[in-house]
């Protein structure tokens, strides 16, 4: 008996979770195969993309503001085999490691927002600090 759409919907989710790394893998080389054809068809629907793109940035807030924090951690030199799990300890690190206190709001004047500390020598994460004390240890060079 064929599968309704929400059944395949179901498995399609389950496949995908379970073979990330090679549906990854197969992507890369597809688009590294066919440049030029992926080329012409962004090209083509640049219109329908930035209208899909928009539609999923409104509706997923979050997803955003991960990727652009993953990113942005990356261009400020930091080495971590595992970013998504770094990314979540980030989300639900309530208080600064050096000092206790807790994290304010980036804007809110108070001086304990939420910083990633990590070498710029080595490129290696530290640990979550308020900005006041990721100041601190780099007037110091910790």
């Known amino acids: 008996?064929?599968?309704?759409?929400?059944?395949?919907?179901v498995y399609n989710k389950k496949y995908r979770e379970k073979n990330k790394e090679r549906i990854a893998i197969q992507t890369k080389k597809y688009r590294e195969?066919?440049?030029?054809?992926?080329?012409?068809y962004r090209e083509k629907n640049k219109e329908r993309i930035a209208i899909q793109t928009k539609k999923y940035r409104e509706e997923n807030p979050e997803k955003r503001h991960e990727t652009e924090t993953k990113n942005n951690w990356k261009q400020n030199g930091l080495i971590c085999e595992d970013v998504n799990?770094?990314?979540?300890?980030?989300?639900?690190?309530?208080?600064?490691?050096?000092?206790?206190?807790?994290?304010g709001v980036k804007g809110d004047g108070s001086g304990t927002f939420k910083c990633m500390d990590h070498s710029h020598e080595t490129g290696l994460f530290r640990n979550f600090l308020c900005i006041t004390c990721n100041r601190r240890r780099g007037e110091y060079n910790l």
């Open 1 to 9: 008996m064929p599968m309704t759409k929400e059944e395949r919907a």
């Open 85 to 103: 799990s770094l990314y979540c300890h980030y989300m639900t690190a309530k208080n600064c490691d050096e000092c206790g206190v807790e994290f």
């Open 33 to 40: 195969e066919n440049k030029d054809r992926v080329k012409k």
